[in-house]
């Protein structure tokens, strides 16, 4: 039976065999005692095949069953372009900040910086010497690069690859291929992003298809005055040098630890925010509390015996109670205020501590029925939620709802970091929030006009 391409080695340095009986005995020896490594070989494509001294097999060490139930084709383009997707894997990691040591991308962006600073009057200077040296270099390094055929074909014997560099798993091909993807996707995230919020602009009640791109324009027209008057003397604080190394820098370590922090810390301010918006023109969210997200309605348990839309139209239907939060800090000298630290909850949060509108620019949520929607219900109206201890008597507590202001009841006082919660005021209480709730009903209505 002729041997398959799986289990027979197509390589072109296969030992002859043994022509002594004693020589075949010894071999069954040693191949019974070391057990073979089974490989795949195919046959170099048209490039490799132009010269026979560069030709080079491609070898597969099969740990998995994977390799078996894998078409030979697909094998075969993943092994001829794993060793160009390693070193494109590399830059990717170095630009997405993910090979592991964040001092690679450091150096690679403190490269960016020489060559942005210096590099005129290094070419100015020593440029056919920049350029002999790295000729040398890449030569020198041709030997140890994945790309080069002379590590299989036998040419220069002075270096002898490891057995791990010259057998490569299918797992490791599959997984080289998908820390490439995963690096491309990340390095992508930005761009697909921006485009998607400037293609359309939504909210969580109403959503637009009208391009952005028409404001951002004018906006950055009108602007251009004063970046002309920048770029020119007596000031000329903008130059082509630094608008490169500051864009060049901002690419280069925008994935970066510090660089997403910053970014965070700086966009939770509402000053930054509207600034953004004021330049570009374009709605972000938080800016203004009336188009902020509109909390999601959370799951509710319905009854045992209980249909959810089975009620007429004006009748009272499945209710619910919207929750708001008010958050407050003391500050020296200003005392309680809805002023926070850009790093912390907002001044109207939800149970889930997202932003939402204030009680007064609170608005119902929309339904995915066209024959149901949310009303308030008949008489309720905003209203904090009081909380009493089980020891307080019924006279404490109506002497409380008689006599304390709106601005003094409901409170939950904590330390500053918002732990720590107690109903009295006291020392080392500087933060503090209150509940509140109305209740509203869903309804079943007419969808015909």
Known sequence: AADTPWTTSMTS??????????????????????????????????????????RASVLIHQKSP?????????????????PFILPLNFVAGLLSWTTGDPWESFL???AFWFITMYGDHVVRWAGPLVLVTGLILGMYSRRYSPLSSTIWSGDKPKRKPADSEQRKSLDDLLESLETFTGRCDALLDPFLRLTEFLSTQSTATSATTRPALVSLFLRILATMPFWILLTLPPLHIITTRRVVLVFGTIGLSWHSRPARVTRTILWRSRSVRRLASLVTGLRFDGVDHRQAAVPTLPPRSKAPNTSTLSVESGKPGVRFTFTVYENQRRWLGLGWTASLFAYERQ????????????????GLPDTESDNAAWRWVSGSEWHVERAFSGTDSPSKRADSEHNGSADDVGWTYYDNKWQNGQKADGWGRYTRRRKWIRDAELVKVDATP
């Open 13 to 54: 340095n296969s030992t002859p065999p043994s022509k002594t009986n004693d020589g075949a005995a010894n071999s069954a020896a040693s191949s019974a005692a070391t057990p073979q490594a089974t490989v795949a070989a195919f046959s170099p494509n048209q490039q490799t095949a132009a010269t026979k001294r560069n």
């Open 108 to 110: 690679l962006l403190s």
């Open 66 to 82: 994977l390799l078996v139930a894998t078409p030979p084709q697909v094998t075969r383009a993943l092994a001829y372009s794993h």
């Open 347 to 362: 001044a109207w949060t939800d149970e889930h501590l997202s932003t939402c509108p204030d009680p007064e620019h609170f």
